[in-house]
């Protein structure tokens, strides 16, 4: 009974040990979609970002008119040595999806693409636009501040800022240090803050399709998620690594059946 029992546990590690060796199948990006890999569809459309409550923005009135930039502009930024011209230009974006503007009052720009609130600022502004010339000019810069996406997992778990419009996920996972060798890149997770509610989209990061699917751009306040293999338990990602494992095993395995089996004399 001893020996069959030894002789199981000695099976059973080897094929655990066999099914938990890191291969290029599991690590490698953009391998064509076969029937392990999916393919995705071809779903990709790009979309401008869209105002949310709470989002804080850069917004600032140029005119060739000086009264009119001291109306709508800060008078601290003449004098404030403390503060970054970005807080002293920036405005939240209030619950009933407005910001308010001085002279102005309250303008409506929440669900508006940066390109639409600087036309619907411009109108809103144009009224108390202070022109003594056909010639005057008024232009509106609107852009958002602090937009972030998270990492949870990989190489480097954190929060990294957006520094422009379009970041695609390798691009994403590359400035948090990529994944590392154990994460599950067939199983990744974007958690993402939409007008219906919270929603999480699964994929594979392995397969070539992504490039032209819906989960190719990422968008600010994503959080992506790497969960780990369970093969790094084991640790097997080179045959130097593989050899050690296997001598291990059979020295224990050698031990073993020199206590448990071996008849001892007398």
């Not at 970054?84 to 001085?102: E, F, R």
């Not at 003594?132 to 810069?141: H, I, L």
């Not at 338990?233 to 224990?252: E, G, H, R, Y």
Request: glycine content about 4%; aromatic content about 12%; overall charge negative.
């Amino acid at each position: 009974m001893c020996k069959s029992f030894l002789r199981f546990v000695f099976i059973s590690f080897w094929l655990l040990l066999l099914s938990s060796c890191i291969t290029t199948r599991k690590v490698n990006y953009l391998q064509e979609p076969d029937n392990i890999i999916p393919a995705y569809a071809d779903s990709l459309v790009y979309e401008d970002y869209r105002l949310k409550i709470g989002d804080k923005i850069y917004l600032r009135v140029y005119s060739t008119h000086e009264e009119t930039n001291a109306l709508f502009n800060s008078p601290m930024m003449l004098t404030s040595t403390s503060s970054p011209a970005t807080d002293l230009y920036s405005y939240t974006i209030q619950k009933n999806g407005s910001i308010v503007l001085p002279m102005v009052g309250e303008v409506a720009i929440v669900g508006l693409t940066t390109r639409e609130a600087v036309r619907t600022v411009e109108a809103a502004i144009e009224p108390f636009f202070l022109h003594d010339s056909t010639d005057a000019v008024c232009t509106v810069e609107l852009h958002v501040l602090a937009q972030y996406f998270s990492v949870i997992g990989g190489n480097g778990t954190g929060q990294y800022p957006i520094t422009r419009a379009k970041i695609n996920i390798f691009e994403a996972l590359a400035m948090a240090g990529d994944v590392g060798t154990f994460a599950d890149r067939s199983k990744v997770r974007i958690i993402r803050e939409t007008e219906d509610g919270t929603v999480v989209k699964m994929f594979d990061l392995r397969s070539k399709s992504i490039l032209n699917s819906e989960y190719y751009y990422i968008e600010p306040n994503d959080v992506i998620y790497i969960q780990r293999l369970d093969e790094q338990f084991f640790s097997i990602v080179n045959l130097p690594n593989l050899i050690a494992t296997v001598l291990s095993t059979v020295s224990l395995g050698t031990f073993l059946y020199r206590i448990l089996l071996v008849p001892k004399k007398n």
